[in-house]
């Protein structure tokens, strides 16, 4: 999504502005502009639970109630990146002034105000809670200021400050990988600050990894190359994740295609259904792979395990 107060006349532009950040930011109440030649710009991602928005806009102020609250999705937390100008905010008795290169984490159940101090340049990364738990194993995000001046705090900022010139050069695939990036990037920043501390970061990965192998072997073409695009990290860092693991990323795609494969030859229902459909199913590429890795996992061929499993001979 791009929007810009250029497409509406000077009278409209604050109503259009108020309808604009309470598609993308949830709803928010405004006051009055301090100008009448109010200028602002939005562009938007929108990925799977995650919205990343590019905002410029000039001085204004609102807040958002328990009203506000009522009427959209509270279940999230704002991530706000200030590129250039200042902003202050406003949330649990926390007032903090935010400028260049300032990251503030605040909760959307939770009442809020801000006022845009001067000419604004930010990115607002908006994490549901489900995907937030999904992704990295945590439960909440700690509100307040966030660390921006060094490691991975300053990994995550630095990304959100070059989307700018380059926000409309993503495609589906890099949108996906860029999300998981800046998701990643989060995680790390804040680890440490939570009470308790779920998990350690390296763990959280490799449970990040796990679950991409778990909801993806049945894909024949999902090696451990995509696995890692999928998780936003290279292929020789996924290694570096997984290493001294009980079990390798390739391991573990094989092992959950045989189980599923193992699991539809016991079934009475598929009993018309050819072994080599199965195993394409499962995540199979070809028949002699299929034959071989069975029997070499379960030391006997897939047919013999189907009539021993459909006989009712295996327990």
């Not at 804040?190 to 990040?208: D, K, M, S, T």
């Not at 259904?273 to 029997?295: D, E, K, M, P």
Request: charged share 25%; net charge neutral; glycine share 8%.
């Amino acid at each position: 999504m791009e929007w810009a107060t250029a497409q509406f006349q000077p009278g409209d532009r604050y109503e259009a502005w108020r309808h604009a950040l309470n598609d993308t930011h949830l709803p928010w109440s405004l006051g009055r502009p301090k100008s009448a030649d109010f200028s602002a710009s939005l562009r938007s991602l929108e990925v799977a639970g995650l919205s990343i928005i590019d905002c410029v806009c000039d001085p204004c102020h609102g807040s958002r109630d328990m009203r506000d609250i009522r009427s959209g999705d509270d279940g999230c937390f704002g991530v706000l990146m200030v590129r250039k100008g200042r902003e202050r905010v406003e949330q649990g008795g926390e007032v903090v002034e935010l400028s260049a290169g300032s990251t503030f984490i605040w909760d959307a159940s939770r009442p809020i105000s801000f006022e845009v101090l001067e000419p604004l340049e930010k990115c607002t990364l908006l994490v549901s809670r489900d995907m937030l738990k999904r992704e990295t194993g945590l439960s909440e995000l700690p509100v307040g200021v966030l660390d921006s001046s060094r490691g991975f705090g300053a990994l995550l900022h630095e990304r959100a400050s070059g989307l700018g010139p380059v926000f409309a050069d993503f495609d589906a695939r890099d949108q996906v990988r860029l999300g998981s990036a800046m998701l990643m990037d989060l995680t790390h920043a804040v680890e440490g600050r939570l009470h308790p501390v779920a998990v350690a970061p390296r763990a959280l990965l490799v449970q990040r990894i796990n679950r991409i192998i778990d909801t993806r072997f049945a894909d024949p073409g999902l090696d451990l190359s995509r696995v890692a695009e999928s998780a936003g990290i290279s292929l020789r860092y996924l290694h570096q994740v997984l290493e001294g693991a009980a079990e390798t990323g390739s391991n573990r795609i094989v092992r959950r295609r045989l189980e599923a494969l193992r699991h539809a030859l016991a079934e009475p229902a598929l009993a018309s259904v050819s072994i080599t459909q199965l195993g394409f199913a499962s995540g199979f590429s070809s028949v002699t792979h299929i034959s071989r890795t069975f029997r070499g996992h379960y030391g006997e061929t897939p047919s013999a395990f189907r009539k021993k499993a459909l006989s009712g001979s295996i327990l």
